[in-house]
Every structure is written in C-alpha cells, then in structure tokens.
C-alpha cells in the first residue's frame, strides 16, 4: 500500500484509540484536532464506524468508544411529541431516542440499541441499525414528485414518505395503497417499499372504512374461535331473551 492507503486505513484505529483514553466521549471536532485534520476529513471515516458499531454517539454531537455490554435488542415506537421510545422485553423502563434518530423509523420496527444514562435521568439511547421493519403494510396515498413516486402514510405517527419500489401503474396516483416496507439495517436511510394492494379512491365505496381501520390499527378480522364463542354468546342471549318478551309484530301499534 502506499504511504496515503496506509495512514488512511489507520485513521479508524487511531479513532479508537482517542476515545478509549476519552471515557467521556468527544465531538468530532475534537476528534479532528487531536488528528490534526479538518471535521470535514474525518466525518465519512466516523459515520462508517458508527454504522458498524466501532464507535457509538452519544447525543447528537459526542463520540464514544463502543460500549458493547449496553447493547439491546427492541421495538421501536414513535410519542405524540416526536421522539421515540425503544420497548426492550425484560425491562421496566424504556429507552428514549431523539426525533431526529427516529425521522425514518415506524412503529413496530425492531431496532439494534446502544443505552447510556439520560442527561434528565432515566435512559437514553443511539439506535445503531434496524434488525427488522414492522411486519404489517402501511396504508397511505399514492402521490408523486420530481423524484418518483412515494406513500404519504395515514398514520400519523409515521412522519416520514415512504419511497416506492418498483413499477407504478400512473393510474393508481392519489389513490389509498397498502406498501409493505423493504428490509433495511440502516436507520438513517429513508424507509421504501412495495405496493402490495391499491385499496381505492378516498371516497369509493367501502375506502373510508378500510381508512379508518388502518389508520387506527382497528383489526377487521377475528380468529375462527373468537367468531365461534361470539355466535354460542349471541343464541345465549337470543335464547333467554324470548322467554320474557312477547311477539307483537301482527299487532297495530300506535
């Protein structure tokens, strides 16, 4: 390799370096200094680790050596304020995430995260890849810009468009249409996916309601057994209802 290469692929070493002897963490800036480069030079370099869990932000601005034992593995679910918060199975307390780590995230996303103690107390954390998108579509409107075409999701809490893959049938435009999300490990990358049924017009026959539902979360569909303990319920009380009432359909009521 020569000289540049090799000074080069020891800059993320180095990196390291610094921060383990920092516990505290450092701004890239600082980071910077200490290399005798410019936070320009180093930014790719420190984004590249970052994704790779070589290093962990901490904040918005500070850099940390990886802090492994902190890992957890939850899922992902978006405040009326903005932020987000991570539900991890086995804890009480859940961990917080700035609005800005969460901007292409959904709920129900299941996410890598690093935790460290909040500056308000609590638990704060640094979202480092996402394991797996939310199993269920997301319903939205079919629009269009110079970029291609995107959802506009119903829900929302989902904030951000979703970009849509593959082939678009134009006509389908500003209609309501169900994506199921693409897998992606990168958080910071903006969520696409394919259409996977186009529900309608806003105001067909039978749109509004699939709207609502979806919007809501409201599930349309029950299991088997669920139908069956409804329907012995309903001749339950069908049943002893007839016993105390009298039939008074044949005659004029006024």
Same mark, same amino acid.
């Given at each position: 390799?020569?000289?540049?290469?090799?000074?080069?692929?020891?800059?993320?070493?180095?990196?390291?370096?610094?921060?383990?002897?920092?516990?505290?963490?450092?701004?890239?800036?600082?980071?910077?200094?200490?290399?005798?480069?410019?936070?320009?030079?180093?930014?790719?370099?420190?984004?590249?680790?970052?994704?790779?869990?070589?290093?962990?932000?901490?904040?918005?601005?500070?850099?940390?050596?990886?802090?492994?034992?902190?890992?957890?593995?939850?899922?992902?679910? $978006?405040? +009326?304020?903005?932020?987000?918060? &991570?539900? #991890?199975? /086995?804890?009480?307390?859940?961990?917080? %995430?700035?609005?800005?780590?969460?901007?292409?995230?959904?709920?129900?996303?299941?996410?890598?995260?690093?935790?460290?103690?909040?500056?308000?107390?609590?638990?704060?954390?640094?979202?480092?890849?996402?394991?797996?998108?939310?199993?269920?579509?997301?319903?939205?409107?079919?629009?269009?810009?110079?970029?291609?075409?995107?959802?506009?999701?119903?829900?929302?809490?989902?904030?951000?468009?979703?970009?849509?893959?593959?082939?678009?049938?134009?006509?389908?435009?500003?209609?309501?249409?169900?994506?199921?999300?693409?897998?992606?490990?990168?958080? $910071?990358? +903006?969520?696409?996916?394919?259409? &996977?049924? #186009?529900? /309608?017009?806003?105001?067909?026959?039978? %749109?509004?309601?699939?709207?609502?539902?979806?919007?809501?979360?409201?599930?349309?569909?029950?299991?088997?057994?669920?139908?069956?303990?409804?329907?012995?319920?309903?001749?339950?009380?069908?049943?002893?209802?007839?016993?105390?009432?009298?039939?008074?359909?044949?005659?004029?009521?006024?």
């Amino acid at each position: 390799l020569s000289r540049k290469n090799q000074n080069k692929k020891s800059v993320p070493a180095r990196i390291e370096n610094i921060l383990k002897s920092n516990p505290n963490g450092l701004t890239g800036s600082a980071i910077a200094r200490i290399l005798k480069a410019t936070r320009h030079q180093i930014q790719t370099t420190l984004n590249r680790m970052e994704r790779r869990g070589q290093i962990d932000r901490v904040g918005n601005r500070f850099y940390a050596a990886a802090a492994n034992d902190q890992r957890y593995i939850g899922r992902f679910q $978006r405040k +009326v304020s903005g932020r987000g918060q &991570i539900f #991890v199975d /086995g804890m009480e307390e859940s961990i917080q %995430v700035s609005r800005k780590q969460g901007y292409n995230l959904v709920d129900g996303d299941s996410l890598e995260v690093i935790a460290y103690p909040g500056v308000k107390g609590g638990l704060s954390g640094n979202i480092t890849s996402i394991k797996s998108r939310r199993s269920e579509a997301i319903a939205g409107y079919l629009k269009k810009d110079s970029s291609g075409y995107y959802m506009q999701p119903l829900d929302p809490r989902i904030t951000r468009p979703v970009n849509i893959l593959g082939k678009v049938d134009k006509k389908n435009k500003n209609q309501v249409v169900l994506v199921r999300l693409n897998k992606q490990k990168n958080p $910071r990358v +903006v969520p696409a996916g394919e259409i &996977i049924k #186009v529900l /309608g017009k806003r105001f067909d026959f039978g %749109v509004q309601t699939s709207i609502i539902t979806l919007k809501f979360g409201i599930r349309d569909d029950m299991p088997n057994s669920v139908a069956q303990d409804a329907e012995h319920l309903l001749k339950q009380a069908r049943d002893k209802s007839l016993d105390t009432r009298k039939d008074l359909r044949n005659q004029l009521t006024i």
